[in-house]
C-alpha cells in the first residue's frame, strides 16, 4: 500500500516533478490564498487559477481517472457543507456563499493535491520544515504517514478475521454493532501500539526531532 495512498504519482519525472519543493509549495500556497482573497463575483479570475491548477496536473501526468476517484470522495462533503447555507435560509439566499465554498475549496484541493503528487512526502515534510513549519507539527505528520498504512493493514487483518467468524446473513443491526465493535478494537490496537512505538524510539534516543537528509 505504501505509495498508493496519499502520493501515488510522487515519483514521475516530468516537469512538475523536477521542480524544488520549495517553490512548489510557494506556488500551491499562492494559488490558494488567490482564490481563498477573491470575491466569487470574479469567476474569470476563479476560473483562470482553475485552469492554471489543472494545467499543472496535465505536466505532472496525473490520470484522470484519479483526479475523478478523489473529487467523488472530497464533492459530496464539500456541496453538503454549501448547502447548508442556502437550507438555514429556507432556500430563499445564501446561492453566492454556497458557490464561493464550492469553488474556493475546488481550487484549493485541486492545488493541494497536485502539490502532493507531484513531491514525495518526506521531501515536501523537509521543506516545509524548512519554510517555518513547527517541528511537532512536522513530526505529528512524518508519522501519520507512516503509520496510517500500519493501520490500514491492521485494520484488513481484522475484517478478514471477523468475516471468517460469521455465518449466514446478518441483519443491518448485526452489521452495525460488529462494526463498532470494530473501530473499537481498531482503536485500543492502535493506542496500544502507540505506545510501544513511542517506548521503542525514546529507547534509541528519540528526542522529539526529525532528522532529514537534504
Known amino acids: 500500500m505504501p505509495g498508493d495512498f496519499l502520493d501515488r504519482y510522487s515519483l514521475g519525472n516530468t ?3 523536477r521542480l524544488p519543493p520549495t517553490l512548489k ?6 494559488v490558494i490564498a488567490g482564490c481563498a482573497l477573491l470575491p466569487v463575483a470574479y469567476w474569470p479570475a476563479h476560473g483562470c487559477l482553475a485552469c492554471l491548477v489543472f494545467v499543472g496536473l496535465s505536466l505532472a ?3 484522470l481517472s484519479y483526479l475523478v476517484h478523489r473529487l467523488a470522495l472530497f464533492l459530496p462533503l464539500v456541496l453538503v457543507t454549501a448547502l447548508s447555507v442556502p437550507l438555514s435560509r429556507g432556500f430563499a439566499g445564501g446561492w453566492e456563499i454556497a458557490a464561493t465554498v464550492v469553488i474556493r475549496s475546488l481550487v484549493a484541493f485541486l492545488a493541494a493535491l497536485w502539490l502532493v503528487s507531484t ?3 518526506d521531501r515536501l515534510l523537509a521543506a516545509m520544515s524548512r519554510l517555518g513549519m513547527p517541528r511537532l507539527f512536522s513530526a505529528l505528520l512524518a508519522f501519520t504517514y507512516r503509520y496510517i498504512y500500519v493501520l490500514f493493514d491492521e485494520l484488513a487483518r481484522m475484517k478478514t478475521a471477523q468475516r471468517a467468524r460469521t455465518f449466514g446473513k446478518r441483519s443491518a443491526w448485526q452489521r452495525w454493532t460488529a462494526t463498532t465493535r470494530l473501530v ?5 490496537r492502535a493506542l496500544n501500539r502507540a505506545v510501544r512505538i513511542h517506548g521503542a524510539m525514546v529507547s534509541r534516543g528519540w528526542r522529539g526531532d526529525m532528522r532529514t537528509l537534504d
Do not use: D, N, Y
Open 15 to 17: 516537469v512538475c516533478h
Open 25 to 30: 509549495i510557494v506556488l500551491a500556497a499562492a
Open 61 to 63: 501526468e496525473i490520470p
Open 119 to 121: 513531491t514525495p512526502f
Open 184 to 188: 473499537g478494537l481498531l482503536l485500543i
